[in-house]
């Protein structure tokens, strides 16, 4: 089968380990505000930087308007559904924000998993929906041309700091590396 969108799986591995992390650190409060603090921090600049220039680019710019542009039904039902989970995502983000900076972290965890439990559920719709239509109505040449727009936007935006994300998340499965 071709690879092409091997790119996105991966992608999505390392966005479910986030998640993990993310669900997780509610642990700290009461014991390490401090440290929960700068761990969701961290999170939020993950999500922000890997999860959405990244990988929800790749999807939005690259992926999704070449299917809706091969399949009107397609374009007015899952794709548009993913766009709007896309936009639901950064605006939830913006509030886990904003609950931190007040200190609220009560809030911080009920939204963290209000947004892992959905960004989860919409990875298993794009792996298994979105991602095995796609193989189905391109050809082996559109999936390689789609392949090297991803690539390109990986380059544009810089590989090697793409790679410190993901390798971020390994420091902040051992916090006294980190703090
Ligand atoms: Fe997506
Ligand atoms: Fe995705």
Do not use: C, W
Not at 72 to 78: C, M, P, Q, S, V
Not at 95 to 101: G, K, P, Q, W
Not at 131 to 149: G, K, M, P, V, W
């Amino acid at each position: 089968m071709n690879n092409s969108l091997k790119v996105l799986f991966d992608e999505h591995e390392v966005i479910t380990r986030a998640a993990d992390l993310a669900k997780n650190a509610k642990a700290l409060i009461g014991k390490n505000d401090e440290e929960y603090e700068l761990t969701v921090s961290e999170l939020i600049r993950f999500f922000r930087i890997y999860a959405d220039q990244y990988h929800h680019h790749k999807e939005e710019e690259i992926l999704f308007p070449e299917m809706a542009k091969k399949n009107e039904l397609l374009a007015e039902g899952i794709i548009k559904e993913m766009f709007d989970n896309h936009t639901y995502f950064r605006d939830l983000i913006r509030d886990i924000e904003a609950d931190l900076e007040a200190g609220d972290y009560v809030e911080v965890s009920l939204k963290i998993d209000e947004y892992t439990e959905s960004l989860l559920d919409h990875i298993a719709v794009e792996d298994e929906e979105v991602f095995q239509t796609a193989y189905s109505i391109f050809s082996e040449d559109d999936l390689d041309n789609i392949n090297f727009r991803f690539m390109d936007l990986d380059r544009e935006l810089g590989e090697t700091k793409k790679k410190d994300f993901a390798d971020m998340l390994k420091l902040l499965n051992n916090p006294q590396q980190v703090f």
